[in-house]
């Protein structure tokens, strides 16, 4: 199945000591409408799958500054993404440690598209999950 191929693929990252956002389940109407507050991105010729053959690249692009964005196939299609603010308030989240931009931006995204989970990986090597602009986990 894929999950275990995304959880070998968030460990080798957690692990490099780069902070990083993965935004999975994108369509591809979001991908390709000029609106989606994502900018600057490299879109890869075919989507990569999450195949182990395909992990230690997918972990190299994560290093990358930007977001790897995932669709809704859990494909990786595009690579240093930068997200754009978006006009949304959200309250702070009670159970966000105040977490830095990366944080911020994924929750904000996450509130843009409700149907997408935002993956974000600290620098000090802890997970959180956002769906809905909110905190969903923290994985440490």
Same mark, same amino acid.
């Given at each position: ?67 790897? #964005? ?48 935002? #993956? ?6 802890? #997970? ?13």
């Amino acid at each position: 199945g894929v999950l275990p191929l995304l959880k070998s693929l968030l460990d080798q990252v957690r692990h490099s000591g780069h902070g990083t956002i993965f935004l999975a389940g994108l369509t591809g109407s979001q991908l390709d409408d000029p609106h989606t507050p994502i900018e600057n991105q490299v879109r890869l010729a075919w989507p990569a799958p999450l195949s182990e053959v395909w992990l230690q690249h997918l972990a190299g692009l994560a290093k990358s500054d930007g977001a790897v #964005i995932l669709n809704d196939h859990l494909e990786v299609c595009q690579f240093r993404a930068r997200l754009k603010p978006v006009n949304i308030c959200l309250l702070p989240d009670r159970d966000d440690l105040g977490g830095g931009m990366r944080h911020q931006v994924t929750r904000e995204f996450t509130a843009y598209a409700p149907g997408v989970l935002g #993956i974000c990986v600290s620098q000090d090597s802890y #997970i959180s999950l956002y769906r809905h602009g909110k905190l969903v986990s923290r994985l440490y």
